[in-house]
């Protein structure tokens, strides 16, 4: 069981909560402290896949004067931390505590105007530990003395792929997790606008979510060179993986509903196909493509891998019309059921809440039947145990969650409806008392 508290960070007096759920969504105004909330869980979360990185540089596990391969990871999160949520010498004093699943701990707090972050004692011993290990390994891992050797080099290759397995096994069981972290933040439309310019040159103008977003959607890009179902066919042919192509097979289908047709980059450009030969440069796209264009396919690719991920997405609904935000909430929750992820969403709309509502009631009603006869797909539902709901306001966070009908608060999903009909009402009445037609 992860868990997170959060005490006077930004906006956000106070935040303490089980972080377990397969599907958290974050409700609230602008600069109400969602994506505080959403950075601070994603940056407590990531700390192992930052460690697995820290290591899997040879030279950070050699010792340098008197700073210690530990200290100098201890350095890394500093900036890293800071590359998230900016200079902390102006900040007011705040506590961060992160246990993790196997009751480890990490603290973060202010300390002389910097982000002092402290590992329970166990914790880093495993990782000090961890570090002696592998220098101790990386010291048998030197190239062969004859480089063109083919045997040679074959061995070394081979030890270095051992290498990435043992210490990804370790680290998982040192952190007790073992999924990817990916945030996926808002403004995505700009890669689709700049995109000439993005894919061909150093994205260092961006802060550290979105250059870690665009490196990956980088790497991403080349894997949709042709449509869906030919990169589906080659996976089956040349891929050792257990993958479950029936729900590989839903994912395609829900991603060319919401694009409204098939994306591919080659030597021409990115285009959409609506089809075979008729398209749109990407471009020229609505902004609702734009937007949901690297969502869905990075969500397809981690359907198609089988990849455990725990995922942060930034207002997923932007400009997308009431039905294609139902459409991507099955989408997102089609990954959660085909690869045991947990992802957090951050939103302004009502409909993403009131999806969640009827994909949850439909868990309880519809159970795991499924079927023709079926009113949801059963790989849509979610159980209403698996989510947790929150409405920032006043800079707390409000559980909005009911327990007793499985859903999220209908009223306050409704709230500003109500709002706007009283309103209304107002002046209709004034309407009536002035007598106008």
Known sequence: MSRILIENL??????????????????GEQASGKSTIAKTIFFCKSISDEFKHYVMNQDNIIASGHQTPFTGFI??????????FGTTKHMEPFTIRYEFDNKEYVTIKLKLGYANIVFSNKLREACECFIKKLSEYYATMSLPNDFLSGIDFASWSYQKESMNKMINHEISY???QDYTSIFVPAGRSMLSTN????HASTPNKYDVIMNDFIERIRALQNQYSQRLEDIIEDKKKLSSINIDFERVKKATALVRKILKGDYISDKYGEKIYYSKDKFVKLIQAS??????????????SIILNNQRVYMVIEEPEAHLFPTAQKEMLELIILMINATSSQVVITTHSPYMLSSANLLMYSSYVEGDAGGNSSIIDRDYRIKANAVSSYLLSNHIAVDIMDRDTYMIKADRIDSISEDINNSLDLLLQLEERNGMQ
């Open 195 to 198: 995109s000439e310019f993005f």
């Open 10 to 27: 930004g906006p956000i007096k106070s935040f303490e909560q089980d972080v377990d759920e397969n599907l958290m969504i974050l409700i």
């Open 75 to 84: 350095k890394v999160l500093r900036t890293k931390f800071v590359e998230y």
């Open 287 to 300: 902004s609702g493509q734009q937007e949901a264009l690297w969502i869905v396919l990075l969500i397809f």
């Open 174 to 176: 040192i952190f007790g």
